[in-house]
């Protein structure tokens, strides 16, 4: 699996916008960009995910750079609730087993 | 709809002793998958099932961990005999399909499992 790249921790003052990065330089062309996030206490949870094309749900946007050679997810309103750590993980076409890095701590300041 | 339940939540065992670790998918999830977190290590991947089919255990560090999903329904991680470096949480997560990258998994809450 490829490698994601992400800063240790980021901190964000809260109803203000969020933008993690995170590199993949080495991704592949069948390569999903995925995010999941953890709560305190919690297991993994799914926020986002993309190919090639922005994406939107309800939780994010996610920004892929037309190399594909990084992505940005964006918080538009960070609550204190989207404390977390964030994860940049890439999933093959094929892929099953998620890889997790170290993932961007997320502190929201109120 | 139910999420992913593992039981229990937390679990303190001394060293030698066996541990069995439950999970229950969401219902209709073929696909069953085994995490865990060491002390001060990141989230690693043990093992997945598509119903009762080991489809990749590359993640399983030794023979001292089994994993069955008998039925293909609910799986069990028993840990015999459990050594201090079995400390940490350890995660179940489902999925309908396998195959693809598409789709996400859902993340159970966890066993915190401490080995004394």
């Known amino acids: 699996d490829a490698k994601t790249t992400q800063p240790n921790s980021m901190e964000s003052n809260e109803e203000e916008p969020v933008h993690l990065p995170c590199n993949h330089s080495t991704i592949s062309g069948t390569d999903y960009i995925h995010w999941y996030r953890q709560l305190p206490s919690q297991g993994p949870e799914y926020v986002i995910h993309?190919?090639?094309s922005n994406v939107n749900n309800r939780m994010a946007s996610l920004a892929i750079a037309e190399d594909r050679k990084s992505s940005t997810l964006i918080l538009h309103r960070a609550t204190l609730r989207d404390a977390a750590v964030y994860y940049c993980i890439l999933r093959g076409e094929y892929g099953n087993k998620l890889v997790f890095g170290a993932g961007t701590i997320l502190r929201v300041k109120s | 709809e139910a999420g992913v339940t593992q039981f229990p939540s937390h679990s303190v065992i001394e060293k030698g002793q066996t541990v069995t670790l439950r999970c229950d998918p969401i219902s209709g999830h073929d696909n069953l998958y085994w995490y865990r977190r060491v002390m001060g290590k990141e989230i690693k991947f043990l093992l997945h099932?598509?119903?009762?089919?080991?489809?990749?255990e590359s993640g399983m560090p030794n023979n001292r961990f089994l994993a069955e999903r008998t039925g293909g329904t609910y799986s069990t991680l028993k840990v015999q005999p459990a050594e201090l470096e079995d400390s940490g949480v350890y995660f179940c997560?489902?999925?309908?399909?396998?195959?693809?990258?598409?789709?996400?998994?859902?993340f159970g809450p966890g066993t915190r499992l401490t080995v004394t």
């Open positions: 993309g190919l090639t």
């Open positions: 997560a489902s999925s309908p399909f396998s195959g693809t990258g598409l789709y996400e998994q859902y």
């Open positions: 099932f598509v119903k009762e089919s080991k489809q990749d």
